[in-house]
Nanobody
Framework: QVQLVESGGGLVQPGGSLRLSCAAS????????MNWYRQAPGKEREQVAG???????NYGNSVKGRFTISRDYTKNEIYLQMNSLKPEDTAVYFC??????????????WGQGTQVTVSS
């Protein structure tokens, strides 16, 4: 069974840092783009960062210069290094990946989410 599992969330002070991880596991042929999204209560899910299979990255405007997405191709994992955290970064962070698996082809997969709380 193909699945994504996030880890690394928690409580952090404003200005602090956290590093989130997302591991893809199961039987799949290849991995396309992987992304981090977040969703705060009462708000729409927001794309935070993305990374393509070739390593190209993109970031939401609210996190540019503070967050960094990276990928470990040997482990099928992505990471989100979050620095200079602000209270408005508080949300559940979700990992997303496009995975090619037989016989379904390319499909979107989501992790369960990990809570990030930025508070003094």
């Amino acid at each position: 069974q193909v699945q994504l599992v996030e880890s690394g969330g928690g409580l952090v002070q404003p200005g602090g840092s956290l590093r989130l991880s997302c591991a893809a596991s199961g039987s799949f042929i290849s991995i396309g783009a992987m992304n981090w999204y977040r969703q705060a209560p009462g708000k729409e899910r927001e794309q935070v960062a993305g990374i393509t299979s070739g390593g190209s990255t993109n970031y939401g405007n609210s996190v540019k210069g503070r967050f960094t997405i990276s990928r470990d191709y040997t482990k099928n994992e992505i990471y989100l290094q979050m620095n200079s955290l602000k209270p408005e970064d508080t949300a559940v962070y979700f990992c997303h990946a496009a995975l090619n698996n037989f016989p379904l082809g390319w499909r979107n997969y989501w992790g369960q989410g990990t809570q990030v709380t930025v508070s003094s």
